[in-house]
């Protein structure tokens, strides 16, 4: 895997310092990491697409994603979650209230206890599900999306370059998407350092033509997790026991008593 990225590196440096024009160099390309399916790349801009590209290679690189496997993080005090980005297992602890969903996100199906009391009732069951795959949606989102620029039904545009919150200059990208998630009429920028090519800022907008983003948040304190890099400060929110895995007992996503993993 280190050698995958060190070769990846290599490539890349190679692109941006020997390509034959300027032009060719603000867009270079870096292979192994390729679009997935349903992503609109016949709209989204070479250059917007290259940062893409550059983000990933900083957080560790296409191979290290696709190989972690296990993720664990607390979202905003509120609740516990550990994936299973190979399976789509994902359980979902609410303290609070003593609710627990274990859910598979891609197909929706799994358990789900509220207050304490097991629902299994079918078309209460199936509403827990849809919910715990929103939840998953959400927090997944606000840890992992560096890794998700290129992802399906996702248009990528390169703004231009603008100033973040904390004074710096950024390279920003917008994400608008299509016939994906739950919300697919929202919007968000991106902020690109360009020393480190890692997202430091992002803006949030509820619609795709809103002028103003109704959220702004830092990404800072950028940690490694296994193979790749994580970031759990969003300014006044945090998500906090980041945590990256190499197996975790099976029991988590079956058994509600079950304990995450140190």
Known sequence: MKYTTIFTFLLLTCLWNCSPTAEQAEVPSVPNNPVAEGFNESASDPKAIALADSVMLAMGGRAAWDNTRYIGWTFFGRRHLLWDKKEGNVRIDIPTDSTVFLVNVFDKTG????????????????????????????????????????????????????????????????????????????KYQVYVDPSSNLIVQWDYFSNATDETPRISNPWADYKRHGNILLSGNRGERGLTNIGVYDSVPEAVFSDFSATFPE
């Not at 599900?129 to 949606?137: L, V």
């Open 111 to 186: 358990k789900a206890m509220v207050q304490g009391e097991e629902i299994t009732e079918a078309d209460s069951l199936a509403k827990l599900m849809s919910r715990a795959e929103a939840i998953w949606i959400n927090d997944s989102y606000w840890l992992v999306m560096p890794f998700k620029l290129k992802d399906s039904g996702v248009t990528l545009k390169y703004v231009g370059q603008d100033s973040t919150q904390a004074g710096s200059i950024a390279d920003v990208l917008a994400l608008t998407f299509e016939n994906v998630g739950n919300t697919p009429q929202n």
